[in-house]
């Protein structure tokens, strides 16, 4: 295992880029020990941590965990690692990586921007609880007998639940889909982590298909060489596949889910943002930056820095993605940043 957090990896807006290296244990622990400042200083004192953790969420946490064993044993022993590296109890932090799943209204929120063609863009601002402002960073991990990847990581998560580039070419964008009334069998983020290690759209697709109820996400996928985006829904036991066609924006309410009716919670800034960046985007707006950067319209703004927000929810990057025939070039900003502050380096899955 090895972690690289020397100066020349930390970005002067605070996002450092860390690497890591090593089994699904030896990764865990790395990514533990790199959060665990920021979780006790702040995750572990806050009321959505005592709420997630609390002993009336146990026995749908149990058969989470048993589940998760069955049918994702090396996810599960990276959360193992996870929780050795923050100093805290193994079924405290694999509650935590299950709050989507326990709780319909999690404050993980996001916008993703889909722009197809023949060199198609997907661009994303991952907007998340105020006080990880900073204290969150990218991996760049080399796992043991899988691909490596990239990815925006919260202290205390997984990875796979955020934005992502793979050594096997697969972008993945995921946002956050406030479903109700699910009783979960495998957790989202476990899923979310399990497609980082496969090397197919195709491959990814069956394992959504066939994974049994979780919370809700929204994965927009795409792989190096083929000019497809893809929107995909999950939750409560279905998901739900479109192609998109046309530029279009996703802000972590379900579009296309059989829930979306009558099983979900859409909140203000989930609507307005939606409705902003439609309205962007028909103007002939085409720009990603400047859609995700964008404070204008009659409601809440698509770029959340307000202490305030009704969500409790701020951007604190974006990702933007655009596959050429060849590769991906990658960009990550840190909030409102027009200048990358890391970009794109073959080196990392070298």
Known sequence: MSIDASPMAMGAGGLPLVAISGGPYETGQALGRHGRLAVHEHLVKSDI???????????????????????????????????????????????????????????????????????????????????????????????????GFLAFCYPGSIPGHTFALTAAGIVQTVNNLRLKRVEPEVPRMVLGRAMLSLNSLGKIHELLRQAPASGGFHFTLAQRGD????????????????????????????LHHDCRQTRQIVTRSSHDRQVRGSELLAAGERDPLTILSDTGGGGLPIYRREPDDPDRENTLATGVFRLLNDAIQWEVHTPGGRRPLHGTDSSLFA
Request: glycine letters at 8%.
């Open 49 to 147: 941590w005592h709420d997630v953790t609390g002993e009336r969420h146990h026995p749908r946490v149990a058969r989470m965990l048993d589940h998760s064993r069955r049918h994702h044993p090396a996810v599960v022993e990276e959360i193992r690692g996870l929780a050795h590296g923050l100093e805290l109890p193994f079924q405290s932090v694999f509650a935590w990586n299950c709050r989507g799943d326990l709780l319909a209204n999690s404050p993980d929120g996001c916008t993703t921007v889909m722009l197809p063609g023949d060199e198609p863009c997907i661009a994303h601002n991952e907007d998340g609880l105020p006080f990880f402002d900073g204290a969150s960073f990218l991996a760049s991990v080399k796992p043991d007998g899988a691909p």
């Open 227 to 254: 000019p497809r985006l893809h929107s995909i829904e999950v939750g409560a036991g279905q998901a739900s596949h479109r192609h998109v066609e046309t530029p279009m924006i996703h802000a972590n309410h379900a």
